[in-house]
């Protein structure tokens, strides 16, 4: 997803119908949705499937499904590891956590910090917490 500034920067450059049109179609794909649909279509949409969220996420293989499907909410950590296992940028993960009305990151936030460090570099759970650990902040599923 791309920051609301990326977004005006679009709309300022749209000259005709079409291109409006197109916009629109991409905004209109994830409003309303709540925050399991949310997640489901935007990894579908990183061509991320549920078998690899499960099996990148470091989360109880079961546990992961039950989230997955809808029978358990994730907390926040959780949430953050599903997110990272489906590939979510930061504007994702953000709005993935808002619809959970959860704890955004926060960049003011030591361990946030490195949490949002290590989603901008596309880092796996596994480097994740590596780097947490070495600055002694708490690990993602402690």
Do not use: F, W
Request: glycine share 4%; with cysteine.
């Amino acid at each position: 997803m791309k920051t609301t500034n990326d977004l005006m920067n679009i709309l300022n450059e749209i000259d005709s119908d079409k291109p409006l049109d197109e916009y629109l179609e991409k905004i209109e794909k994830y409003k309303d949705l709540n925050y399991l649909d949310y997640y489901l279509t935007v990894i579908k949409d990183h061509s991320v499937s549920k078998n690899d969220v499960v099996k990148d996420s470091g989360l109880n293989r079961t546990y992961c499904y039950q989230m997955l499907n809808g029978t358990r909410r994730p907390g926040r950590d959780n949430a953050i590891s599903l997110c990272i296992a489906g590939k979510l940028n930061i504007a994702e993960t953000v709005r993935y956590l808002e619809l959970l009305e959860l704890a955004t990151l926060y960049p003011k936030d030591m361990r946030d910090s490195i949490i949002i460090y290590s989603i901008n570099r596309g880092l796996t759970i596994t480097e994740i917490n590596e780097l947490l650990y070495s600055k002694k902040e708490k690990t993602l599923g402690e």
